[in-house]
């Protein structure tokens, strides 16, 4: 693999944001229409136990695969593929790019997928921000991270769409050190591809993991070590994208 094509690292676009989404939600499916998730009331899922077993896991091999439908809250994951499904049905999402500021393109031969950043305006939202901020503090105490922020984005890929091997983060940069990624897909086969391919940090060239994108599975790994690649998905594949970061605020674009 081409060492320069790992060093891409995914930045906030300016728009769309999700607070002109928040009209849509009304438009097209009515006022209250996300009503029903868990809320203020969510029921604390986080445990001590499981936290040690993440620090534990991630420190050993630099990545995991996880189920977190029963971490979060009930109809969180339900919730949050409406949102994005509405988001792309009002073409309220974006084009993603690679690189930063005056290098930023998007280049179609590296990554297809088209975005919307969340902004925690709507019920689902906040329910999942909640869960990222138990899980960061967690995460902080075992491993001594320094982590200050949190940044998070739907992803849509259509029927063709990839995204080749890359990193998050440039190595030493200091910024996006932990990456998440929750799969939002209901009944997702063998034949709708669209996997997460996982390959060694100190071997590049060797794939170490293969996720399929089914809803309530995540994907939790050190953002400057691990390389990895979305394989091509042969029907529309929902997903959300986080990362947890070092840098108090977003740095200039």
Not at 36 to 43: Q, S
Not at 71 to 99: C, D, F, H, Q, W
Request: net charge negative; glycine share 8%.
């Amino acid at each position: 693999m081409d060492s320069d094509s790992q060093s891409a690292v995914i930045v906030p676009l300016p728009e769309p944001r999700l607070e002109h989404g928040q009209g849509h939600f009304d438009q097209v499916v009515g006022e209250g229409s996300l009503a029903g998730t868990a809320g203020a009331h969510d029921v604390d899922r986080v445990d001590a136990r499981w936290l040690d077993q993440l620090a534990d896991d991630l420190s050993e091999h630099a990545w995991l695969e996880l189920d977190l439908a029963d971490r979060l809250p009930e109809g969180l994951v339900p919730a949050l593929l409406n949102e994005v499904k509405i988001l792309e049905r009002t073409e309220a999402m974006s084009r993603a790019g690679i690189g930063r500021g005056a290098d930023l393109v998007k280049d179609r031969s590296v990554r297809r997928d088209s975005i919307a950043w969340l902004e925690g305006f709507t019920e689902p939202q906040a329910s999942l921000f909640r869960f990222l901020d138990q899980l960061m503090a967690g995460l902080n105490q075992r491993l001594f991270l320094g982590l200050k922020r949190y940044e998070a984005h739907y992803a849509t890929y259509q029927a063709g769409d990839f995204y080749k091997c890359h990193l998050d983060s440039f190595r030493g940069r200091a910024s996006r050190m932990i990456s998440l990624v929750l799969y939002l897909n209901d009944d997702w086969g063998l034949e709708d591809g669209g996997e997460l391919q996982v390959f060694s940090p100190r071997e590049e060239d060797r794939a170490i993991g293969l996720v399929r994108p089914e809803a309530g599975r995540a994907v939790l790994f050190l953002s400057e070590e691990v390389p990895h690649e979305v394989l091509p998905a042969r029907r529309t594949r929902y997903s959300i994208a986080c990362w947890f970061r070092q840098d108090e605020v977003p740095l200039p674009l």
